[in-house]
């Protein structure tokens, strides 16, 4: 079992498999070109498949592929069956922004995926288009459809940013209500050296609850529902779907935090909000790999897990100042 100094059992790793990306968010890059990581710098699926062995081993039991844009990857949706067919006890999740994978929803549904993440900061085709740089906004609403066809866990990811979706929020409730999925506002967090922070745009989880509050009843879900992840999860009378607000930055999840993060290029990170990474790809490419060696490593490395809000303390006190260096999409959230 890994477990860090503050008693925190890493029980949930997130891992990004790409930094590629067909989308252009405005609030994740602020360049119109990025220097992409080499492909021979990328995690292969065959360490990837050799790193959760032994993630599992130490009582890991739900990974979240993220990206980057994880569809966008050669051969993932094989990888990820391959893993159903290993590990039946692993819940595997998927954060996607929705654009690739029309059509495809039956083979998620047929490997067992146990939840599918969808991003979406609009319900306009235009301002979707704005945001994202791209006209894929029919491309997303179709996945989301087939997806709660297919009865796949669906939840969807809106980052709230005021000035520029904070009109929609009638509008949202109105789809929370009307489809069988988790709708999750997220605080914009200033991650990446590139990334565009403005701290007008900054809409706190306390003034989103206080808006929804005056569109509709919140229901909170009671016990472990309540907080699932990062969530605070509150239900809608006589509505089908939920609603969750997730306050990355101003009331942070830290106590419970029982993740790792795994890199596109193969960095463990044991906080978020720290640059401070450590490499087990140089581990998992050694001609003789020593499985006991990558085992001490990640024992060492969630040793030095760190109780992220004090970094974020520390932003407040620098205003303008990213939380950190690295882009999401290498990240992985």
Not at 50 to 59: F, P
Not at 78 to 95: M, R, S
Not at 233 to 256: K, N, Q, T, V
Not at 266 to 272: A, E, K, N, Q, Y
Request: charged share 30%; net charge positive.
């Amino acid at each position: 079992m890994l477990q860090d100094h503050f008693g925190r059992k890493v029980t949930y790793v997130r891992m990004s498999i790409t930094d590629r990306c067909n989308l252009r968010c405005l609030y994740c890059r602020s360049v119109q070109d990025w220097d992409f990581i080499p492909h021979e710098g990328i995690m292969r699926y065959e360490e990837m498949d050799y790193l959760i062995n032994i993630l599992w081993h130490e009582g890991v039991r739900k990974v979240r592929f993220t990206g980057g844009e994880p569809f966008a990857r050669r051969d993932f949706i094989p990888f990820l069956e391959k893993l159903a067919g290993t590990y039946p006890d692993l819940a595997i999740h998927v954060t996607t922004n929705g654009t690739l994978i029309k059509n495809k929803i039956h083979l998620l549904r047929n490997l067992g995926l146990a939840g599918l993440n969808i991003s979406l900061d609009t319900l306009r085709r235009d301002r979707f288009k704005q945001i994202t740089g791209r006209d894929f906004y029919a491309d997303v609403r179709k996945t989301i459809d087939e997806s709660l066809s297919a009865g796949l866990r669906t939840k969807i990811n809106v980052v709230a940013l005021r000035g520029v979706n904070d009109d929609e929020l009638e509008d949202f409730v109105t789809f929370a209500r009307e489809h069988p999925l988790d709708l999750r506002f997220i605080e914009f967090m200033p991650i990446g050296g590139t990334c565009p922070w403005d701290k007008e745009h900054y809409w706190s989880a306390r003034d989103i609850r206080d808006a929804l509050k005056k569109l509709t009843p919140l229901v909170p879900v009671p016990g472990h529902e309540a907080t699932q992840g990062p969530a605070r999860m509150f239900a809608l009378p006589e509505g089908l779907g939920r609603i969750g607000i997730i306050s990355a930055m101003s009331d942070h999840f830290c106590e419970d935090c029982n993740r790792l993060r795994v890199t596109s290029d193969g960095r463990i990170r044991p906080c978020l909000f720290s640059d401070k990474e450590y490499p087990v790809l140089p581990l998992l490419r050694k001609d003789e790999r020593n499985k006991e060696e990558i085992v001490r490593f990640l024992h060492d490395v969630t040793l030095k897990k760190p109780m992220g809000y004090m970094l974020l303390q520390a932003l407040e006190a620098r205003q303008g100042v990213h939380v950190c260096s690295r882009m999401m999409s290498t990240i992985g959230g």
